[in-house]
């Protein structure tokens, strides 16, 4: 068997430290260097070897590349949708830059496998609201979902010009309880827990009948490493991968939370990210996923509720 040396660029953001630590569960610990411009988050501290690393440089990055010996490469830093809109340029400039860094050095060195993450966000508000499916009307209009939907192509380009074995995700909304959501529009999902057991209260910057995507992180990771460990043969899409798991509202997320926190209580503020969470589909059809690698979901709200609120707990 070959031995692989995995790179994981963004460790120590939300996806990035679950991911890392179950990434060192199958390569072992020493065989999966953790990288992120910010410092080490603490989950990862003493797990394996970290380092400090900006993608944007890269001249460093093949440095590392080459000094570590690796074999595979997840690219996860990125700048999200609502942080996005503040900072238009540098949203592009870093989710576009980066990820062509990381598919040249793959190309050059012959990296097996490289994993980029793409969002649900690539959908505009032609695309069909329910049950958006695989290939359909992709007209976005945020900033980090046409750099997601240029990245896709990219995707595709090395994989078809370059043979870059690289796969990808259209990840929901994420929910997580051990390393904090950066700035995205979904995160108000993550929030709410915190502020229920805190504060009995949460003031929610959606509407109480935004339905968004969105998945719990256990799901989330299973879904990354099974795509990844999938046969090359069964990987048919290499643009990017629908994937669901759960489609709810701020005001139906609340009423889960109340089963358990009976004084709870939700308002609502709706701010600029009401309009990004409009602008994209409630549901998403991920029946390529299902029949290509066997994708399955396990988390239901009930369960994902129990299970946040006792880990936070
Ligand atoms: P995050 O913001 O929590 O983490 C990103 C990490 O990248 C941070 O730790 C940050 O310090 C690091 N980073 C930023 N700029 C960097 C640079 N120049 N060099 C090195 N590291 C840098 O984001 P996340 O939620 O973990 O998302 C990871 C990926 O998954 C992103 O591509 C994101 O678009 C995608 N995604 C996330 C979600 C979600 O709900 N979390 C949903 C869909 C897609
Ligand atoms: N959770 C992400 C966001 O809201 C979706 O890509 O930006």
């Not at 793959?106 to 690539?122: L, Q």
């Not at 904090?180 to 929030?191: C, I, K, L």
């Not at 997320?253 to 709706?270: G, L, M, Q, V």
Request: glycine letters at 6%.
């Amino acid at each position: 068997m070959v031995k692989e040396k995995v790179l994981v660029i963004g460790a120590s953001g939300q996806i990035g430290v679950e991911l890392t630590l179950a990434l060192r569960r199958i390569y072992g610990n020493a065989n999966v260097v953790a990288s992120d411009l910010r410092e080490e988050n603490q989950l990862l501290k003493g797990t394996g070897p970290y380092v400090s690393m900006d993608v944007m440089n890269k001249e460093m990055l093949h440095v590392q590349v080459i000094r570590q010996g690796i074999t595979q490469i997840y690219l996860l830093a990125a700048i999200l949708s609502a942080t996005g809109e503040k900072n238009p340029n540098l949203a592009w400039h870093l989710n576009m830059q980066s990820l062509l860094n990381v598919l040249d050095i793959a190309r050059e060195e012959k990296i097996h496998k490289v994993y980029w993450p793409s969002s649900i966000a690539v959908f505009g508000p032609t695309s069909p609201k329910n049950d958006c499916p695989q290939r359909t009307i992709i007209e976005p209009t945020t900033v980090y979902g046409i750099s997601k939907y240029a990245g896709e192509f990219w995707c595709n380009y090395y994989f078809q010009r370059y043979g870059v074995d690289v796969r990808s995700l259209r990840y929901p909304g994420l929910i997580s309880y051990k390393s904090a959501p950066g700035g995205g529009t979904t995160d108000y999902a993550v929030e709410i827990y915190h502020e229920a057991l805190e504060e009995k209260q949460y003031t929610c910057f959606l509407k109480e009948d935004t339905y968004l995507p969105m998945m719990y992180m256990p799901d989330a990771i299973r879904a990354t490493i099974e795509l990844m460990e999938s046969p090359v043969e069964k990987v048919s899409v290499r643009t990017s991968y629908n994937l669901s798991a759960l489609s709810f509202s701020p005001k139906e997320i609340a009423a889960e939370i109340k089963t358990h926190i009976p004084e709870f209580s939700i308002s609502y503020a709706p701010d600029y990210r009401q309009q990004i969470a409009d602008s994209w589909p409630a549901s998403i059809d991920d029946s390529v996923a299902r029949s290509d690698w066997g994708w399955k979901p396990e988390f239901d709200l009930a369960r994902m509720t129990k299970d946040m609120l006792d880990n936070l707990k």
